[in-house]
Every structure is written in C-alpha cells, then in structure tokens.
C-alpha cells in the first residue's frame, strides 16, 4: 500500500529556514510528479512546488528565490528559507504514483505543521 511520510515541519522565527520531507513507499513502481501544498487556517489548499521528470521545477510566486524543490528517487524535499509568518500553514507532500496496475494516480501525505513567528 501506498504512503506518503512527511518529517521537518515546526516552528521557527521570521527569515529562518526548514528542510521539509516526504519519503513515499509500498508497491511504487514509478512516480512522475512530486509536490508540496500547503493550507493555512481559513484558507484553501495551495501549490507550493513541482518537481518532474520532463518540465523540471515549478512555484508558487510568493516562494519563488526562497523556497527550493529537489528530488532524489522517492524521497521530495522542500528546503524553506527567509521564512515569514504567512508561510505558516500544514504542508503536505503529493505524488502522481504508478503501481503498476491501471492509471498512475494522486497520493497524499497526512501533513506537516511549519509555524512562523513574527
């Protein structure tokens, strides 16, 4: 079965930085897309990051020159820096996953907390 870890998420003070993780696992045959989202209090769930084979990075215009997307086979990270207090939100990982069995399909991760201080 298939799973999304993410790891790295707390809190930290405005213009500090996080690595965030996402390990996924369980029947994978290959993975074409990895992304981060995040969603804060009240508001809807957004794309933070891409990171795929053919079209290689992509982000969210208020992290681009801070936030860094890299992949090494099935593991995603997110390296975080100058961090502000309107990055806090629940982080979450996302996978396009081929198991080998009909379509690749979207999976998720359970979330990361990232706090900011001001």
């Known amino acids: 079965q298939v799973r999304l870890v993410e790891s790295g998420g707390g809190l930290v003070q405005a213009g500090g930085s996080l690595r965030l993780s996402c390990a996924a696992s369980?029947?994978?045959?290959?993975?074409?897309?990895m992304s981060w989202h995040r969603q804060a209090p009240g508001k809807q769930r957004e794309l933070v990051a891409t990171i795929t084979r053919r079209r290689g990075t992509d982000y969210a215009d208020s992290v681009k020159g801070r936030f860094t997307i890299s992949r090494d086979n099935f593991l995603v990270y997110l390296q975080m820096n100058s961090l502000k207090p309107e990055d806090t939100a629940v982080y979450y990982c996302?996978?396009?996953?081929?198991?080998?069995?009909?379509?690749?399909?979207?999976?998720w991760g359970q979330g990361t907390q990232v706090t900011v201080s001001s």
């Open positions: 369980g029947g994978i045959f290959s993975i074409n897309a």
């Open positions: 996302n996978a396009e996953i081929w198991t080998g069995d009909g379509r690749p399909r979207d999976y």
